[in-house]
């Protein structure tokens, strides 16, 4: 599938009916006005400007519950969109809404006017952390819309966080479970910050909120990303993606930020791969070959992965070599053997 590009365009904390512990949307998206029709044109005509491939772009509406603000705001919105669409050029839309702010009526508007893909952000299915986060709809909510989503046709994808108020391990692999029975077409997978200016911060500064450290936060993903890669659900992003101001010491008050957090859970697992594979074989040194992505993960940050595999393993020698033709595939040669297997399996 090819890929496109995406054209952001944010609705800050338009349509949300209330402020859930853990969300400033004004400081995650760096905007604190509602979005006008000069907004959305300059922001459609400046990225379609900068985008010289080939590939399609999709206008992506991104931070707040789209389908909860007004219809007729919505209908707006979409239209004054549709009228930059091209059918080999732009082609659909996404959004982002709450669980409780579907129903076949919005779900009608959104089919008429091209949007394509549905983003839910659940964050949990235990209902003491929503509860406890404030966000004000239940768990039944979910399976109800996300039902329905698909039924329309819509392509689905749910969101997770990890780490928010009354969340445990167990907690976030049960919401894990059902996001797996639910099928989605993909998940983002967010482990909790502490931004300025919410009531997670008044709760963190009082001392009744721990959030998680970035090792804490890698080793509960670690448990998440290979039970959503064997369900064959696309993980499309974990962490949130940094920017001028979400970043520690700026926004960012605490908690699990790291700019790469998904190559640190990557580069854990297929070391631990690679451990399992030859704990019970005799072996002083190996060569790794395998594409340069997999290299670089089993290498790991400044070298920890490959420390990690020289330590547990007591090898004199680790050698590495890429081969981008292998893919996603693995060969490792040791006493004249050689393994072959694919990352994450």
């Not at 979005?35 to 300059?42: L, N, S, V, W, Y």
């Not at 670089?296 to 004199?316: F, R």
Request: overall charge neutral; some cysteine; glycine content about 6%.
């Amino acid at each position: 599938m090819s890929k496109k590009n995406i054209i952001p365009i944010f609705v800050p904390h338009e349509g949300c009916p209330n402020d859930c512990v853990f969300c400033n949307q004004r400081k995650i998206t760096g905007i604190s006005t509602s979005i006008t029709e000069k907004d959305i044109r300059d922001t459609i005509e400046t990225y379609s400007s900068y985008f010289k491939n080939d590939n399609k772009f999709e206008i992506a509406l991104y931070g707040g519950s789209f389908t909860a603000i007004d219809i007729d705001t919505q209908e707006w919105i979409l239209k004054l969109i549709n009228k930059y669409i091209e059918p080999n050029r732009f082609d659909s839309i996404r959004l982002s809404t709450r669980p409780d702010a579907i129903d076949e009526k919005r779900l009608n508007l959104l089919k008429k006017y091209n949007v394509k893909t549905i983003e839910l952000g659940v964050q949990s299915l235990d209902k003491d952390v929503l509860r406890l986060s404030k966000r004000g709809h239940s768990v039944a909510s979910v399976y109800k819309s996300a039902e329905l989503i698909k039924k329309f046709g819509f392509e689905l994808g749910l969101q997770q966080m990890l780490g928010l108020y009354g969340d445990e391990l167990e907690k976030s692999i049960y919401t894990a479970e059902e996001f797996i029975k639910i099928n989605p077409k993909f998940v983002r997978i967010y482990p909790t910050l502490v931004i300025k200016d919410t009531e997670l911060e008044m709760l963190y500064n009082s001392g009744l909120y721990t959030p998680q450290s970035v090792e804490e936060a890698v080793s509960w993903i670690k448990k998440l990303l290979p039970m959503y890669t064997k369900a064959g659900i696309e993980v499309i992003r974990v962490g949130l993606q940094p920017t001028d101001n979400i970043q520690l010491g700026k926004d960012v008050v605490a908690g699990p930020f790291h700019p790469a957090i998904r190559q640190l859970v990557e580069s854990e697992l297929i070391t631990e791969q690679i451990i399992k594979l030859l704990e019970l074989e005799n072996v002083n040194s190996i060569k790794v070959v395998a594409s340069g992505r997999n290299i670089s993960l089993i290498a790991g940050n400044k070298g920890v992965g490959k420390k990690h595999l020289i330590e547990a393993l007591n090898l004199e020698n680790v050698e590495m070599k890429i081969d981008n033709n292998l893919n996603d595939m693995i060969q490792i040669s040791f006493n004249e053997n050689i393994i072959s297997f694919k990352a994450g399996e």
